[in-house]
């Protein structure tokens, strides 16, 4: 074990001076030496830094916890004992972005002890892989620490150089629904995860954890400079977790890439830090596409609630059934359905029955007649944030929902952030945030009920995804941020470069149910920022295993021509390329079907027009493909030409290159049909 020596720079009374006192007493390099991270310890105190070829990516960033009611843990530290491991292992999703993922990182195990009463222990897991690293806290079993209360965790996170961030705020009113700003990192004030930052040097990095399961969500609070701490979501109690030893934290997480494309990429390393799927065979879930009673709701021109605009009523679902039955679409979601809508839903969610349909909705028939043509529907549990309320009756829902074939189910947890309603044991209800440890645990309550009845989930006003798909791959999407319903009625709007802030931040942790697909172009007196192709292009870019086509049918009826595109996309893929990409200004991908030797192609732009060159050595060597190509027209542009559109065909191999022409806020969707 060799012991590195280094020079840190203390302040002492507002003077920057020399100490000799800080020793690295661990390190551990990514399998191919790429990264490499540091523990120190200085006068007793823990800190990691993160190198990249040797220069400082982190800075050193201390590691511990605020407890209740006992001494911070974070002093008076020594290394007791530390281990290494390598790891190798290829492991296949059953349904994903990629079919198969490799888990390539090495390990370091090292037990920090303090070196006075009480004489605490933990353990720090480091797992570094050459795109990124996670790290967590384990809490081993041991006489002078049991219940444990944590008020504060302690890690921080000191970039090392000036950068640019893009992020959301955390801990306000509408969650993750913010559209993201763009700052130098020092005017960052608490940002949520995934939050992406370039260097100043080019360098991509996200901060993210991984994980989160019996924990607060963490934020990222700016405490000084380039400097972040973890900011607990708070819990109704005061403090921020309780837990009993042994247990852990969610992994810590930092992908770190020379660009954005490879940024995306480097995401497999949230699943990987999660545990393998506990739910065993999950072929009962099919990955596909979805129409729903919801747009003309969002629209306002059909209601939620009971009586003359009703969306939810037998004649119109049936409607919805029949196209989805003739144009291949597996599900029709119907909102409105059940008993609870009617007056202020909003923040009033004990009328929520989720047993029982209103009159004008016969649940039986109806999931009998959506059978007898190969569709299904797809349940609606919205809570309006009362939680407990819903958990009493949700065994019962679930089953409800397998008796009539309606496996997945959209949840909903409408209420500002802080407002979810738990009931507590003496029938007072306690406030908890959407992102706190104890709606975690709802959401993980959530799916394993769900799993007993094999039905799927895709939560609104989720928490934020870390991965946990890996071990419950029933948990398919979820929201979590700014969805195409703020296209609809959002003030401000959605604007072009929306979707290309989202590839590199929100998308980095996981699918998405952001509903594209609006080829109306057109929300509640407002019109979308977008042009017809890009639109097409939102099915390869933002992924989602329940992939919505969220236009009306009688506008779909009117763009034939495009919604070709919609109906022959997949929901399931083999293997998913970034082939470009810049936050928040353009991206393609290349997507392979995971049923088919077809690839698909989506590239998106902000307001502004490109012309991208795109090598098709994705493709297949050797094969014929027909390209049908789904492209701006001339004169494209968001604002005064949205619906300019080209289709055009051609032969392409893997040696030619497309020119990808994208107008202002534009896009391209093309379909390559293997031969
Ligand atoms: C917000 C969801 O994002 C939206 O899709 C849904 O229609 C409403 N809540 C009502 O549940
Ligand atoms: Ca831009």
């Not at 969610?250 to 494309?261: F, Y």
Request: proline residues 5%; aromatic residues 10%.
């Amino acid at each position: 074990m060799h012991l590195f020596r280094h020079i840190a720079l203390l302040p002492i009374l507002g003077l920057a001076v020399f100490t000799a006192n800080a020793e690295t007493v661990a390190r551990v390099e990514s399998p191919g030496k790429v990264l490499a991270v540091e523990l120190d310890i200085t006068e007793g105190r823990l800190a990691y830094r993160v190198l990249r070829f040797g220069e400082p990516v982190i800075d050193d960033s201390r590691l511990g916890f605020q407890l209740r009611g006992a001494e911070k843990l974070e002093r008076n530290l020594a290394l007791s004992s530390q281990t290494t491991r390598s790891h190798d292992e290829t492991w296949e999703q059953p349904w994903g972005e990629s079919r198969f993922v490799r888990d390539h990182h090495n390990e370091l195990r090292a037990r920090f002890t303090e070196t006075i009463a009480p004489n605490r222990s933990f353990d720090v897991l480091v797992r570094v892989f050459d795109d990124g690293l996670g790290f967590r806290y384990e809490l081993p079993e041991q006489p002078n620490l049991d219940e444990v209360i944590i008020d504060d965790e302690l890690t921080e996170f000191a970039l090392a150089t000036p950068a640019t961030a893009w992020w959301i705020p955390a801990g306000e009113w509408n969650r993750y629904e913010y559209l993201y700003d763009r700052t130098p990192v020092e005017q960052v004030t608490q940002a949520h995860t995934p939050m992406t930052v370039r260097t100043d040097d080019g360098l991509h990095i996200a901060f993210h954890e991984a994980a989160l399961v019996d924990y607060a969500g963490m934020w990222l609070r700016r405490t000084e400079g380039r400097r972040f701490r973890a900011q607990l979501a708070p819990a109704s109690e005061g403090w921020k977790v309780r837990r009993n030893a042994p247990f852990h934290t969610p992994w810590r997480t930092l992908q770190i890439t020379d660009s954005a494309a490879a940024l995306y990429a480097s995401s497999d390393l949230i699943l990987n830090l999660n545990e393998p799927n506990r739910l065993g065979d999950v072929s009962w879930f099919e990955p596909a596409k979805y129409i729903g009673i919801w747009w003309s709701l969002h629209l306002d021109t059909e209601t939620w609630a009971t009586g003359r605009k009703h969306g939810a009523t037998t004649k119109n679902t049936k409607r919805y059934i029949d196209f989805a039955a003739e144009h291949g679409f597996r599900g029709v979601l119907v909102e409105g359905w059940n008993p609870g809508w009617d007056g202020d839903w909003f923040g009033n969610g004990y009328d929520f029955d989720f047993t029982r349909a209103t009159p004008d909705f016969d649940i039986e028939a109806l999931s009998a007649y959506a059978t007898s043509k190969g569709v299904r529907l797809v349940g609606h549990h919205e809570t309006a944030c009362a939680v407990s309320h819903y958990e009493e009756q949700m065994e019962a829902a679930f089953a409800m929902n397998a008796r009539l074939g309606i496996d997945s189910v959209k949840t909903g947890y409408v209420c500002d952030a802080g407002g979810i309603e738990r009931r507590l044991d003496d029938g007072t209800v306690a406030r908890e945030w959407h992102d706190g440890q104890w709606n975690s645990n709802h959401h993980q309550r959530v799916l394993e009920a769900a799993a007993r009845h094999k039905v799927a989930i895709n939560a609104h006003e989720p928490i934020k995804d870390t991965g946990l798909r890996r071990t419950y791959p029933n948990w398919v999407s979820r929201e979590g941020a700014r969805g195409m319903e703020y296209a609809a009625w959002g003030n401000p709007t959605n604007p072009p470069e929306h979707e290309t802030n989202l590839v590199f931040t929100r998308m980095l942790s996981g699918p998405m149910d952001f509903t594209p697909g609006i080829l109306s172009l057109q929300g509640r007196g407002q019109a979308i920022q977008t042009t017809l192709a890009k639109q097409l292009a939102l099915y390869v870019v933002l992924y989602c295993p329940l992939q919505m086509a969220a236009d009306l049918p009688e506008n779909y009826a009117r763009h034939m021509e495009a919604f070709q595109f919609i109906k022959d996309v997949p929901a399931d893929w083999a293997e998913t390329r970034v082939l470009d990409g810049e936050i928040g200004d353009y991206v393609t991908f290349a997507r392979k079907d995971r049923n088919s030797e077809d690839w698909y192609l989506g590239s998106l732009t902000d307001e502004h027009g490109r012309l991208l060159q795109v090598p098709l050595s994705f493709l297949d060597p050797g094969r014929t493909y027909t390209a049908q190509i789904y492209r701006d027209g001339d004169g494209a542009h968001w604002q005064d030409k949205p619906f300019a559109f080209a289709r055009e065909q051609r032969e392409v191999t893997s040696a030619d290159v497309l020119t990808l022409k994208l107008a202002a806020g534009g896009g391209q969707a093309i379909r390559f049909v293997a031969r």
